[in-house]
């Protein structure tokens, strides 16, 4: 069972040896954040965003959540996106989904799971939008796999059909969004060569 008196512990051992690495470390931290890139991954505990990029704290805004979904009606990432844009003005959005997601693999098979059912529903609609590719897979593991990559895909334009981003580019900003994924074998990132920089490379019916 763990123990609260542990993360407390944790932290103390945490902030020492940031402290005697560089004396100035949590003394730059408490100025304002200026990060250049927004991160959108999945809640998953095996995926942290600063560790694999190799980034300090301050250095990426995080947004997490079941599966790495960008919805439309969702305020909380939303609103992330437009802080991560307008206010903070990075230049980078990462989109980073993981082979393995228990999120895809759910939305992959038919148990019910709850009210999180109606979340992965997106990713069911990912699927039948690509079933004719999806049906030629004939290892599930292979094809729980490219599912992983077409939701990356989905959420790459569904970030870029926000007026939060269509509006910063109208604007001249320089941003640039990007769909990248994690293999938790051997804690590598690959790209999926999806990078979106501005509303002419999304589809007519999209552009506001």
Not at 8 to 16: I, K, L, M, P, S
Not at 149 to 161: P, R
Not at 170 to 179: D, N, S, T, Y
Request: hydrophobic share 40%; with cysteine; charged share 20%.
């Amino acid at each position: 069972m763990l123990k609260i008196e542990r993360l407390f512990e944790n932290n103390r051992a945490w902030a020492r040896q940031h402290t005697n690495a560089d004396p100035q470390f949590f003394s730059r931290l408490t100025t304002l954040q200026s990060p250049k890139l927004l991160w959108i991954g999945c809640a998953d505990s095996r995926v942290p965003a600063n560790e694999i990029l190799g980034l300090a704290p301050g250095e990426v805004f995080v947004h997490r959540n079941v599966a790495n979904l960008v919805i439309h009606s969702d305020m909380n990432c939303l609103s992330v996106i437009q802080y991560a844009v307008e206010i903070l003005k990075v230049e980078h959005i990462i989109l980073c989904g993981h082979y393995g997601c228990g999120g895809v693999r759910a939305a992959y098979g038919h148990t019910q799971f709850g009210l999180i059912d109606n979340w992965l529903r997106n990713i069911k609609d990912t699927y039948a939008r690509h079933n004719d590719e999806l049906a030629r897979i004939m290892e599930d593991d292979t094809r729980e796999d490219r599912l992983c990559e077409l939701n990356v895909l989905a959420q790459v334009e569904s970030i870029c059909h926000t007026t939060i981003l269509q509006n910063a580019w109208a604007r001249g900003q320089q941003l640039e969004v990007h769909g990248f994924i994690y293999r938790l074998q051997d804690g590598l990132l690959h790209d999926l060569a999806v990078s979106i920089t501005g509303s002419e490379q999304i589809q007519d019916i999209y552009r506001m």
